[in-house]
Protein backbone atom coordinates (compact mmCIF):
# COMPACT_ATOMS: atom_id res chain seq x y z
CA UNK A 1 0.00 0.00 0.00
CA UNK A 2 1.21 3.66 -0.47
CA UNK A 3 1.45 4.29 3.35
CA UNK A 4 5.21 2.75 2.96
CA UNK A 5 6.34 5.62 0.34
CA UNK A 6 5.45 8.07 2.87
CA UNK A 7 8.74 8.01 5.43
CA UNK A 8 6.96 10.44 7.48
CA UNK A 9 4.28 8.08 8.43
CA UNK A 10 6.96 6.27 10.61
CA UNK A 11 6.71 7.76 13.37
CA UNK A 12 5.30 7.59 17.06
CA UNK A 13 4.12 11.29 18.58
CA UNK A 14 3.57 11.20 22.36
CA UNK A 15 4.60 7.12 22.26
CA UNK A 16 1.14 6.70 19.83
CA UNK A 17 1.94 5.65 16.33
CA UNK A 18 1.52 8.95 14.15
CA UNK A 19 -1.71 9.40 12.56
CA UNK A 20 -1.99 12.63 9.82
CA UNK A 21 -5.51 13.77 9.36
CA UNK A 22 -3.74 17.50 8.39
CA UNK A 23 -3.76 16.91 4.31
CA UNK A 24 -5.27 20.06 3.67
CA UNK A 25 -2.89 21.98 5.29
CA UNK A 26 -0.19 20.27 3.88
CA UNK A 27 0.50 16.33 2.34
CA UNK A 28 3.28 14.29 3.33
CA UNK A 29 5.63 13.61 1.00
CA UNK A 30 6.77 10.49 -1.06
CA UNK A 31 10.39 9.46 -1.03
CA UNK A 32 9.83 9.66 -4.56
CA UNK A 33 9.36 13.47 -3.91
CA UNK A 34 11.93 13.61 -1.29
CA UNK A 35 14.52 11.92 -3.54
CA UNK A 36 13.73 14.40 -6.82
CA UNK A 37 14.61 17.26 -4.73
CA UNK A 38 17.60 15.48 -3.15
CA UNK A 39 19.44 14.49 -6.19
CA UNK A 40 18.85 18.20 -6.89
CA UNK A 41 21.18 19.88 -4.51
CA UNK A 42 23.34 16.46 -4.59
CA UNK A 43 23.98 16.07 -8.62
CA UNK A 44 22.13 18.42 -10.87
CA UNK A 45 23.19 21.43 -8.65
CA UNK A 46 22.97 24.58 -11.01
CA UNK A 47 21.50 26.89 -12.41
CA UNK A 48 19.00 26.88 -14.99
CA UNK A 49 18.77 28.81 -18.58
CA UNK A 50 22.12 30.18 -17.94
CA UNK A 51 25.28 28.26 -18.67
CA UNK A 52 26.13 25.59 -21.28
CA UNK A 53 27.69 23.56 -19.07
CA UNK A 54 26.56 19.92 -18.25
CA UNK A 55 25.26 20.58 -14.95
CA UNK A 56 22.93 23.49 -15.60
CA UNK A 57 21.85 21.71 -18.78
CA UNK A 58 20.99 18.73 -16.54
CA UNK A 59 18.71 20.73 -14.35
CA UNK A 60 17.50 23.34 -17.02
CA UNK A 61 16.43 20.16 -19.01
CA UNK A 62 14.43 18.27 -15.60
CA UNK A 63 13.50 21.89 -14.97
CA UNK A 64 11.17 22.25 -18.20
CA UNK A 65 9.97 18.35 -18.12
CA UNK A 66 8.23 19.47 -14.43
CA UNK A 67 6.46 22.20 -16.65
CA UNK A 68 5.39 19.36 -19.41
CA UNK A 69 4.24 17.13 -16.53
CA UNK A 70 2.68 20.02 -15.22
CA UNK A 71 1.00 21.09 -18.34
CA UNK A 72 -0.36 17.45 -19.23
CA UNK A 73 -1.69 17.53 -15.55
CA UNK A 74 -3.82 20.69 -16.12
CA UNK A 75 -4.34 19.16 -19.34
CA UNK A 76 -3.27 22.61 -20.52
CA UNK A 77 -2.87 23.73 -24.35
CA UNK A 78 1.04 24.69 -24.15
CA UNK A 79 3.80 25.33 -21.58
CA UNK A 80 3.93 29.16 -22.06
CA UNK A 81 0.69 28.82 -20.16
CA UNK A 82 2.34 26.89 -17.48
CA UNK A 83 4.13 30.23 -14.82
CA UNK A 84 5.57 28.78 -11.67
CA UNK A 85 5.73 30.75 -8.75
CA UNK A 86 5.90 30.05 -4.98
CA UNK A 87 2.60 28.68 -3.95
CA UNK A 88 -1.45 29.83 -5.16
CA UNK A 89 -0.75 32.89 -2.78
CA UNK A 90 1.68 33.90 -5.10
CA UNK A 91 -0.22 32.93 -8.10
CA UNK A 92 -3.77 34.75 -7.34
CA UNK A 93 -1.29 37.90 -6.06
CA UNK A 94 0.41 38.04 -9.68
CA UNK A 95 -3.48 37.39 -11.10
CA UNK A 96 -4.19 40.83 -9.17
CA UNK A 97 -1.82 42.81 -10.25
CA UNK A 98 -0.13 42.19 -13.57
CA UNK A 99 -3.58 41.57 -15.01
CA UNK A 100 -6.52 43.16 -12.64
CA UNK A 101 -4.91 45.88 -11.39
CA UNK A 102 -3.94 46.96 -15.09
CA UNK A 103 -7.49 46.49 -16.14
CA UNK A 104 -10.13 47.31 -13.56
CA UNK A 105 -11.52 51.00 -12.57
CA UNK A 106 -13.79 52.67 -10.63
CA UNK A 107 -17.29 51.18 -11.00
CA UNK A 108 -15.82 47.76 -12.20
CA UNK A 109 -16.44 44.55 -10.11
CA UNK A 110 -14.43 41.50 -8.31
CA UNK A 111 -16.92 38.47 -7.80
CA UNK A 112 -15.75 36.09 -4.73
CA UNK A 113 -17.48 33.92 -2.67
CA UNK A 114 -17.84 33.88 1.49
CA UNK A 115 -16.17 30.46 1.15
CA UNK A 116 -12.71 32.02 0.27
CA UNK A 117 -9.12 31.08 1.82
CA UNK A 118 -7.71 34.77 3.29
CA UNK A 119 -5.25 34.66 -0.35
CA UNK A 120 -8.38 34.71 -2.70
CA UNK A 121 -9.70 37.85 -0.69
CA UNK A 122 -6.75 40.24 0.09
CA UNK A 123 -5.04 40.44 -3.38
CA UNK A 124 -8.34 41.40 -4.47
CA UNK A 125 -9.09 43.94 -1.46
CA UNK A 126 -5.66 45.20 -2.30
CA UNK A 127 -6.28 45.58 -6.14
CA UNK A 128 -9.93 47.18 -5.08
CA UNK A 129 -8.44 49.90 -3.38
CA UNK A 130 -5.55 50.34 -6.00
CA UNK A 131 -8.34 50.92 -8.74
CA UNK A 132 -11.51 51.99 -7.73
CA UNK A 133 -13.29 48.22 -8.41
CA UNK A 134 -15.37 46.54 -6.40
CA UNK A 135 -15.15 43.37 -4.73
CA UNK A 136 -19.21 41.75 -4.31
CA UNK A 137 -19.46 38.16 -2.45
CA UNK A 138 -21.95 35.53 -2.85
CA UNK A 139 -23.28 34.08 -0.19
CA UNK A 140 -22.81 30.51 1.55
CA UNK A 141 -25.76 28.28 2.01
CA UNK A 142 -26.26 26.53 5.60
CA UNK A 143 -24.73 23.64 3.64
CA UNK A 144 -21.73 25.54 2.70
CA UNK A 145 -22.48 25.45 -1.14
CA UNK A 146 -22.03 28.81 -3.35
CA UNK A 147 -25.21 27.64 -5.68
CA UNK A 148 -24.41 28.50 -9.25
CA UNK A 149 -28.02 30.36 -9.35
CA UNK A 150 -26.60 32.62 -6.71
CA UNK A 151 -23.54 33.27 -8.20
CA UNK A 152 -25.29 34.39 -11.61
CA UNK A 153 -27.71 36.56 -9.44
CA UNK A 154 -24.38 38.60 -8.87
CA UNK A 155 -23.19 38.28 -12.25
CA UNK A 156 -23.64 41.54 -14.77
CA UNK A 157 -21.27 43.49 -16.97
CA UNK A 158 -19.56 45.26 -14.78
CA UNK A 159 -18.04 41.96 -13.22
CA UNK A 160 -14.85 42.14 -14.92
CA UNK A 161 -13.18 38.71 -12.66
CA UNK A 162 -14.91 36.18 -11.00
CA UNK A 163 -11.94 34.38 -8.53
CA UNK A 164 -13.21 31.20 -6.40
CA UNK A 165 -11.99 28.42 -4.54
CA UNK A 166 -12.78 25.26 -7.03
CA UNK A 167 -12.48 22.80 -3.47
CA UNK A 168 -13.49 24.82 0.12
CA UNK A 169 -10.37 24.00 2.27
CA UNK A 170 -12.59 25.28 5.70
CA UNK A 171 -15.27 22.73 4.41
CA UNK A 172 -14.92 20.73 1.41
CA UNK A 173 -16.71 21.71 -0.75
CA UNK A 174 -16.26 21.20 -4.39
CA UNK A 175 -17.57 23.90 -7.01
CA UNK A 176 -19.10 23.23 -10.27
CA UNK A 177 -16.42 25.18 -12.34
CA UNK A 178 -17.27 24.27 -16.03
CA UNK A 179 -20.66 26.33 -14.29
CA UNK A 180 -19.29 29.40 -13.14
CA UNK A 181 -16.98 29.78 -15.92
CA UNK A 182 -19.99 29.44 -18.21
CA UNK A 183 -21.89 31.96 -16.09
CA UNK A 184 -18.55 34.34 -15.72
CA UNK A 185 -17.86 34.54 -19.40
CA UNK A 186 -21.89 34.95 -21.02
CA UNK A 187 -21.49 38.54 -19.09
CA UNK A 188 -17.89 39.42 -20.66
CA UNK A 189 -15.71 38.41 -17.21
CA UNK A 190 -12.77 36.16 -16.63
CA UNK A 191 -12.96 33.44 -13.87
CA UNK A 192 -9.70 32.29 -11.53
CA UNK A 193 -9.87 29.38 -9.93
CA UNK A 194 -8.21 28.77 -6.40
CA UNK A 195 -7.32 25.20 -7.03
CA UNK A 196 -5.01 24.46 -4.01
CA UNK A 197 -7.61 22.07 -2.65
CA UNK A 198 -8.97 20.63 -6.11
CA UNK A 199 -5.49 19.84 -7.93
CA UNK A 200 -4.84 16.76 -4.50
CA UNK A 201 -8.46 15.66 -4.56
CA UNK A 202 -9.91 15.89 -7.93
CA UNK A 203 -9.15 15.67 -11.70
CA UNK A 204 -8.91 19.07 -12.76
CA UNK A 205 -9.19 19.64 -16.59
CA UNK A 206 -8.83 23.82 -17.68
CA UNK A 207 -9.80 23.30 -20.98
CA UNK A 208 -13.06 21.25 -20.03
CA UNK A 209 -13.68 24.24 -17.51
CA UNK A 210 -12.27 26.84 -19.79
CA UNK A 211 -10.82 28.07 -17.06
CA UNK A 212 -8.81 31.67 -17.58
CA UNK A 213 -6.61 31.50 -14.84
CA UNK A 214 -6.20 28.56 -12.14
CA UNK A 215 -4.14 28.80 -9.35
CA UNK A 216 -2.29 25.56 -7.03
CA UNK A 217 0.36 24.57 -4.66
CA UNK A 218 2.70 21.82 -4.81
CA UNK A 219 2.61 21.10 -1.12
CA UNK A 220 -0.82 20.24 -1.12
CA UNK A 221 -0.12 18.03 -4.02
CA UNK A 222 2.94 15.67 -1.75
CA UNK A 223 5.19 17.86 -3.55
CA UNK A 224 7.97 20.45 -2.10
CA UNK A 225 6.76 23.55 -0.56
CA UNK A 226 7.74 27.09 -1.89
CA UNK A 227 6.50 26.27 -5.53
CA UNK A 228 3.23 26.51 -6.93
CA UNK A 229 1.63 26.86 -10.54
CA UNK A 230 -0.29 29.54 -12.32
CA UNK A 231 -1.81 28.37 -15.36
CA UNK A 232 -3.48 31.63 -17.48
CA UNK A 233 -4.67 31.60 -20.97
CA UNK A 234 -1.97 32.67 -23.15
CA UNK A 235 -3.59 35.59 -24.72
CA UNK A 236 -4.09 36.91 -21.01
CA UNK A 237 -0.76 36.58 -19.62
CA UNK A 238 0.86 38.32 -22.74
CA UNK A 239 -1.36 41.23 -21.96
CA UNK A 240 0.03 41.21 -18.07
CA UNK A 241 2.18 43.96 -17.24
CA UNK A 242 5.09 42.23 -15.96
CA UNK A 243 4.74 40.83 -12.32
CA UNK A 244 8.62 41.77 -11.20
CA UNK A 245 11.63 42.70 -12.88
CA UNK A 246 14.74 41.13 -13.00
CA UNK A 247 16.76 38.14 -14.41
CA UNK A 248 14.79 36.04 -16.98
CA UNK A 249 11.99 37.99 -17.39
CA UNK A 250 14.11 39.72 -20.16
CA UNK A 251 15.68 39.69 -23.52
CA UNK A 252 18.06 42.41 -23.89
CA UNK A 253 18.23 45.70 -20.83
CA UNK A 254 19.96 48.47 -21.60
CA UNK A 255 19.31 51.85 -20.21
CA UNK A 256 17.16 52.88 -22.87
CA UNK A 257 14.95 50.26 -23.44
CA UNK A 258 14.25 46.78 -22.09
CA UNK A 259 12.32 44.22 -24.15
CA UNK A 260 10.98 41.58 -22.21
CA UNK A 261 11.16 37.67 -22.64
CA UNK A 262 8.54 35.28 -24.04
CA UNK A 263 5.97 33.59 -21.78
CA UNK A 264 6.63 32.46 -19.51
CA UNK A 265 9.71 33.60 -18.50
CA UNK A 266 8.59 37.10 -19.17
CA UNK A 267 6.57 36.50 -15.53
CA UNK A 268 9.45 34.53 -13.53
CA UNK A 269 11.84 36.56 -12.81
CA UNK A 270 14.61 35.73 -10.72
CA UNK A 271 16.18 32.07 -9.90
CA UNK A 272 13.12 29.79 -9.29
CA UNK A 273 12.53 27.35 -6.61
CA UNK A 274 14.64 24.85 -9.05
CA UNK A 275 14.57 21.89 -6.76
CA UNK A 276 10.83 22.71 -5.91
CA UNK A 277 9.72 22.36 -9.29
CA UNK A 278 11.74 19.16 -10.05
CA UNK A 279 10.15 17.67 -6.87
CA UNK A 280 6.58 18.71 -7.61
CA UNK A 281 7.24 17.38 -11.07
CA UNK A 282 7.78 14.12 -9.08
CA UNK A 283 4.66 14.49 -7.36
CA UNK A 284 2.49 14.60 -10.10
CA UNK A 285 4.14 11.61 -11.88
CA UNK A 286 3.60 9.69 -8.58
CA UNK A 287 -0.14 11.06 -8.56
CA UNK A 288 -0.54 9.87 -11.94
CA UNK A 289 0.60 6.77 -11.50
CA UNK A 290 -1.59 6.25 -8.77
CA UNK A 291 -4.34 7.37 -11.14
CA UNK A 292 -6.16 10.59 -10.35
CA UNK A 293 -9.72 9.00 -10.48
CA UNK A 294 -8.89 5.75 -8.84
CA UNK A 295 -7.48 7.94 -5.98
CA UNK A 296 -10.86 10.02 -6.03
CA UNK A 297 -12.90 7.50 -5.59
CA UNK A 298 -11.38 5.11 -2.78
CA UNK A 299 -11.14 9.00 -1.20
CA UNK A 300 -14.90 9.35 -1.51
CA UNK A 301 -15.30 5.62 0.25
CA UNK A 302 -13.59 6.84 2.91
CA UNK A 303 -15.26 10.02 3.32
CA UNK A 304 -18.55 8.51 3.52
CA UNK A 305 -16.85 6.10 5.91
CA UNK A 306 -15.48 9.50 8.20
CA UNK A 307 -18.93 11.44 7.80
CA UNK A 308 -21.14 8.39 9.27
CA UNK A 309 -18.54 7.89 12.04
CA UNK A 310 -18.26 11.60 13.29
CA UNK A 311 -22.03 11.73 12.93
CA UNK A 312 -21.90 8.55 15.22
CA UNK A 313 -20.53 10.24 17.97
CA UNK A 314 -22.72 12.34 20.29
CA UNK A 315 -22.25 16.13 20.27
CA UNK A 316 -20.36 16.40 17.13
CA UNK A 317 -22.12 18.37 14.39
CA UNK A 318 -19.78 18.77 10.90
CA UNK A 319 -19.76 22.05 9.42
CA UNK A 320 -20.27 21.58 5.33
CA UNK A 321 -22.33 19.00 4.28
CA UNK A 322 -22.16 19.60 0.46
CA UNK A 323 -23.61 17.43 -1.79
CA UNK A 324 -20.30 17.14 -3.37
CA UNK A 325 -17.24 17.52 -1.23
CA UNK A 326 -13.93 15.97 -0.96
CA UNK A 327 -12.38 14.47 1.78
CA UNK A 328 -12.53 17.24 4.66
CA UNK A 329 -14.26 16.77 7.49
CA UNK A 330 -14.73 20.08 9.40
CA UNK A 331 -16.52 19.74 12.83
CA UNK A 332 -17.63 21.05 16.32
CA UNK A 333 -18.31 19.19 19.51
CA UNK A 334 -20.85 21.24 22.07
CA UNK A 335 -18.61 20.21 25.07
CA UNK A 336 -15.60 21.45 23.74
CA UNK A 337 -13.94 24.36 21.91
CA UNK A 338 -11.43 23.18 18.80
CA UNK A 339 -8.29 24.50 19.88
CA UNK A 340 -8.81 21.47 23.17
CA UNK A 341 -10.18 19.00 20.99
CA UNK A 342 -6.87 19.59 19.34
CA UNK A 343 -4.63 19.35 21.82
CA UNK A 344 -6.03 16.38 23.34
CA UNK A 345 -5.95 14.11 19.99
CA UNK A 346 -2.17 15.16 19.52
CA UNK A 347 -1.79 13.63 22.70
CA UNK A 348 -3.61 10.29 21.64
CA UNK A 349 -1.04 10.77 17.60
CA UNK A 350 -3.72 12.60 15.72
CA UNK A 351 -2.91 15.50 13.87
CA UNK A 352 -5.93 17.21 12.91
CA UNK A 353 -6.43 21.41 11.79
CA UNK A 354 -7.86 23.27 14.50
CA UNK A 355 -8.61 27.39 14.27
CA UNK A 356 -10.81 29.12 11.02
CA UNK A 357 -8.42 27.67 8.79
CA UNK A 358 -7.54 30.97 6.97
CA UNK A 359 -11.48 31.53 6.04
CA UNK A 360 -12.28 33.70 8.91
CA UNK A 361 -15.49 34.71 7.08
CA UNK A 362 -16.65 31.13 6.97
CA UNK A 363 -16.29 31.15 10.18
CA UNK A 364 -18.80 33.90 11.09
CA UNK A 365 -21.12 32.68 8.35
CA UNK A 366 -21.62 29.80 10.93
CA UNK A 367 -21.26 31.68 13.83
CA UNK A 368 -18.40 29.41 15.18
CA UNK A 369 -15.21 30.95 16.78
CA UNK A 370 -13.24 27.90 14.94
CA UNK A 371 -13.24 24.44 13.41
CA UNK A 372 -11.50 20.83 13.60
CA UNK A 373 -10.69 19.59 10.73
CA UNK A 374 -9.65 15.92 9.60
CA UNK A 375 -8.49 16.04 6.27
CA UNK A 376 -7.92 12.96 4.05
CA UNK A 377 -4.54 12.22 1.82
CA UNK A 378 -4.01 9.25 -0.01
CA UNK A 379 -2.33 7.28 2.32
CA UNK A 380 -5.40 7.30 5.31
CA UNK A 381 -7.34 4.26 6.42
CA UNK A 382 -10.62 3.30 7.67
CA UNK A 383 -7.99 3.10 10.86
CA UNK A 384 -6.94 6.13 11.08
CA UNK A 385 -10.67 7.66 11.40
CA UNK A 386 -11.44 4.53 13.54
CA UNK A 387 -8.31 6.36 15.75
CA UNK A 388 -9.92 10.07 15.57
CA UNK A 389 -13.09 8.34 17.28
CA UNK A 390 -11.57 6.66 19.84
CA UNK A 391 -9.14 10.00 20.65
CA UNK A 392 -12.99 12.07 19.97
CA UNK A 393 -14.49 9.85 22.81
CA UNK A 394 -11.41 10.73 25.53
CA UNK A 395 -12.59 14.56 24.42
CA UNK A 396 -16.03 13.40 25.54
CA UNK A 397 -14.59 11.79 28.60
CA UNK A 398 -12.63 14.50 29.72
CA UNK A 399 -15.20 17.52 28.98
CA UNK A 400 -18.29 15.99 28.71
CA UNK B 1 -0.03 11.07 29.03
CA UNK B 2 0.87 12.91 31.98
CA UNK B 3 1.28 16.48 30.90
CA UNK B 4 -1.85 16.34 29.64
CA UNK B 5 -3.84 15.79 32.81
CA UNK B 6 -1.34 18.14 34.29
CA UNK B 7 -2.80 20.91 31.18
CA UNK B 8 -6.05 20.07 32.28
CA UNK B 9 -6.88 19.80 35.63
CA UNK B 10 -9.75 19.08 37.48
CA UNK B 11 -9.61 22.73 38.61
CA UNK B 12 -9.37 23.96 35.41
CA UNK B 13 -11.79 21.95 33.78
CA UNK B 14 -14.37 23.52 36.35
CA UNK B 15 -13.58 26.56 35.72
CA UNK B 16 -13.48 26.50 31.65
CA UNK B 17 -17.05 25.40 32.38
CA UNK B 18 -18.57 27.29 35.16
CA UNK B 19 -16.32 30.25 34.95
CA UNK B 20 -16.72 32.70 37.24
CA UNK B 21 -17.25 36.63 36.63
CA UNK B 22 -18.40 35.84 33.98
CA UNK B 23 -21.27 38.50 33.37
CA UNK B 24 -21.39 42.33 32.43
CA UNK B 25 -20.59 44.98 35.03
CA UNK B 26 -23.05 47.98 34.41
CA UNK B 27 -20.05 50.79 35.14
CA UNK B 28 -16.91 49.64 34.30
CA UNK B 29 -14.15 52.33 35.09
CA UNK B 30 -11.68 50.43 32.62
CA UNK B 31 -12.83 47.98 29.65
CA UNK B 32 -10.21 45.54 27.50
CA UNK B 33 -10.84 43.81 24.22
CA UNK B 34 -8.52 40.88 23.68
CA UNK B 35 -7.99 38.80 20.53
CA UNK B 36 -6.15 35.65 19.44
CA UNK B 37 -6.65 35.10 15.96
CA UNK B 38 -4.83 31.91 15.58
CA UNK B 39 -8.10 30.14 17.39
CA UNK B 40 -10.40 33.02 17.51
CA UNK B 41 -10.85 33.11 21.27
CA UNK B 42 -12.27 36.95 22.30
CA UNK B 43 -12.74 38.29 25.15
CA UNK B 44 -13.77 41.55 26.77
CA UNK B 45 -12.58 42.41 30.40
CA UNK B 46 -14.03 45.12 32.58
CA UNK B 47 -13.13 46.37 36.12
CA UNK B 48 -14.03 48.85 38.64
CA UNK B 49 -11.21 50.54 40.24
CA UNK B 50 -11.15 52.59 43.05
CA UNK B 51 -7.60 53.99 43.02
CA UNK B 52 -4.94 51.52 43.17
CA UNK B 53 -7.98 49.17 44.35
CA UNK B 54 -9.07 46.50 41.97
CA UNK B 55 -13.00 46.81 43.49
CA UNK B 56 -14.45 44.63 40.47
CA UNK B 57 -13.56 42.75 37.64
CA UNK B 58 -15.67 40.61 35.16
CA UNK B 59 -15.22 38.87 31.62
CA UNK B 60 -17.55 37.90 28.74
CA UNK B 61 -16.93 36.03 25.58
CA UNK B 62 -16.37 33.00 23.87
CA UNK B 63 -12.75 30.69 24.03
CA UNK B 64 -11.17 27.28 24.33
CA UNK B 65 -11.10 25.92 28.05
CA UNK B 66 -7.56 27.43 28.92
CA UNK B 67 -8.50 30.49 28.03
CA UNK B 68 -11.46 30.65 29.66
CA UNK B 69 -10.13 29.12 32.44
CA UNK B 70 -7.72 31.61 32.83
CA UNK B 71 -9.96 34.69 32.69
CA UNK B 72 -11.93 33.04 35.52
CA UNK B 73 -9.19 32.23 37.79
CA UNK B 74 -7.80 35.62 36.93
CA UNK B 75 -10.95 37.45 38.30
CA UNK B 76 -11.09 35.40 40.64
CA UNK B 77 -7.02 35.80 42.21
CA UNK B 78 -7.52 39.86 41.62
CA UNK B 79 -10.71 41.27 43.01
CA UNK B 80 -9.84 42.95 46.02
CA UNK B 81 -5.97 43.34 45.11
CA UNK B 82 -4.10 46.23 44.05
CA UNK B 83 -3.83 47.11 40.64
CA UNK B 84 0.58 47.35 41.76
CA UNK B 85 -0.05 43.59 43.01
CA UNK B 86 -1.81 42.96 39.48
CA UNK B 87 0.82 43.80 37.47
CA UNK B 88 3.76 41.57 40.22
CA UNK B 89 1.34 38.49 39.31
CA UNK B 90 1.12 39.44 36.12
CA UNK B 91 4.54 38.91 35.26
CA UNK B 92 5.10 35.62 37.37
CA UNK B 93 2.29 34.03 35.71
CA UNK B 94 3.49 35.18 32.20
CA UNK B 95 6.96 33.25 33.43
CA UNK B 96 5.46 30.09 34.69
CA UNK B 97 3.39 29.52 31.28
CA UNK B 98 5.99 30.64 29.42
CA UNK B 99 8.19 28.14 31.49
CA UNK B 100 10.71 30.91 31.60
CA UNK B 101 12.95 32.33 35.08
CA UNK B 102 11.89 31.16 38.95
CA UNK B 103 8.01 31.80 39.02
CA UNK B 104 7.06 32.53 42.69
CA UNK B 105 4.58 29.88 42.42
CA UNK B 106 3.72 30.68 46.19
CA UNK B 107 2.80 34.08 45.14
CA UNK B 108 0.74 33.00 42.52
CA UNK B 109 -1.30 30.42 44.53
CA UNK B 110 -4.06 28.61 42.54
CA UNK B 111 -3.31 30.77 39.19
CA UNK B 112 -0.72 27.72 39.55
CA UNK B 113 -2.54 25.05 37.91
CA UNK B 114 -1.31 26.80 35.03
CA UNK B 115 2.10 25.66 35.07
CA UNK B 116 1.18 22.71 32.95
CA UNK B 117 0.57 24.99 30.11
CA UNK B 118 4.26 25.14 29.10
CA UNK B 119 4.77 21.86 28.37
CA UNK B 120 2.16 23.07 25.45
CA UNK B 121 4.16 26.08 23.73
CA UNK B 122 0.68 26.19 21.19
CA UNK B 123 -1.03 26.80 24.25
CA UNK B 124 0.79 29.53 25.97
CA UNK B 125 -1.12 32.25 24.00
CA UNK B 126 -4.89 30.78 25.40
CA UNK B 127 -3.45 31.28 28.43
CA UNK B 128 -2.11 34.28 28.86
CA UNK B 129 -5.21 36.05 26.20
CA UNK B 130 -6.63 37.29 29.78
CA UNK B 131 -3.72 38.83 30.89
CA UNK B 132 -2.82 40.44 28.22
CA UNK B 133 -6.14 41.89 27.84
CA UNK B 134 -5.69 43.26 31.73
CA UNK B 135 -3.15 45.40 30.63
CA UNK B 136 -4.95 46.77 27.37
CA UNK B 137 -7.54 47.29 29.77
CA UNK B 138 -5.20 49.29 33.17
CA UNK B 139 -3.01 50.88 30.52
CA UNK B 140 -5.82 52.42 28.69
CA UNK B 141 -9.39 53.49 27.28
CA UNK B 142 -11.20 54.62 30.32
CA UNK B 143 -15.06 52.91 29.05
CA UNK B 144 -17.69 55.11 27.81
CA UNK B 145 -20.16 55.46 30.67
CA UNK B 146 -23.78 55.67 29.11
CA UNK B 147 -25.79 58.07 31.43
C1 LIG C 1 -8.14 26.98 -0.79
C2 LIG C 1 -6.76 27.49 -0.55
N1 LIG C 1 -6.33 28.56 -1.22
C3 LIG C 1 -5.10 29.05 -1.07
C4 LIG C 1 -4.21 28.50 -0.17
C5 LIG C 1 -2.86 29.11 -0.02
O1 LIG C 1 -1.89 28.24 -0.46
P1 LIG C 1 -0.35 28.53 -0.20
O2 LIG C 1 -0.23 28.88 1.25
O3 LIG C 1 0.31 27.25 -0.55
O4 LIG C 1 0.03 29.65 -1.09
C6 LIG C 1 -4.61 27.39 0.56
C7 LIG C 1 -3.70 26.79 1.55
O5 LIG C 1 -3.89 26.82 2.73
C8 LIG C 1 -5.92 26.87 0.37
O6 LIG C 1 -6.33 25.82 1.06
Known sequence: MSRADFPALDQQVHGEPLVYLDSAATALKPQVVIDAVTNVYARDCANIHRAVHTLS?????????????????????????????????????????????????????????GLEHHSNIVPW??????????????????????????????????????????????????????????????????????????????????????????????????????????????????????????????????????????????LEAGTPNIAGVIGLGAAIDYVEAKGRAALHEREQELLRYGTEALASIPGVRLIGTAKHKVGVLSFVMDCAHPHDIGTIVDAKGVAIRTGHHCAQPVMERFQIPATARASLGLYNTPEDLDALVRALGEVRRMFG | MNELRELYQEYVLDHGKNPRNFRAIE????????????????????????GDDIRDMAFQGAGCAISTASAS??????????VTEARAMLEEFLQMVKGEGEPDLDALDKLAVFSGVSEFPMRVKCATLAWHTLTAALEGREAVTTE
Not at chain 2, 27 to 43: A, F, K, Q, S
Open chain 2, 27 to 50: HPTHVGEGYNPLCGDRITLQLVLD
Open chain 1, 57 to 113: QRATKAFEVSREKTRAFLNAGSTQEIVFTSGTTEAINLVAQAWARPNLREGDRVLIS
Open chain 2, 73 to 82: TMTEALIGRS
Open chain 1, 125 to 266: QIVCRQTGAELVVVPVTDDGEVPLEDIEAKLDERVKLVAMNHVSNALGTVQDAAGVAKLAHAVGAKVLFDGAQAAPHIPVDVAAIDADFYAFSGHKLYGPTGVGVLYGKKALLEAAEPYQGGGDMIRSVTFAKTTYADLPAY
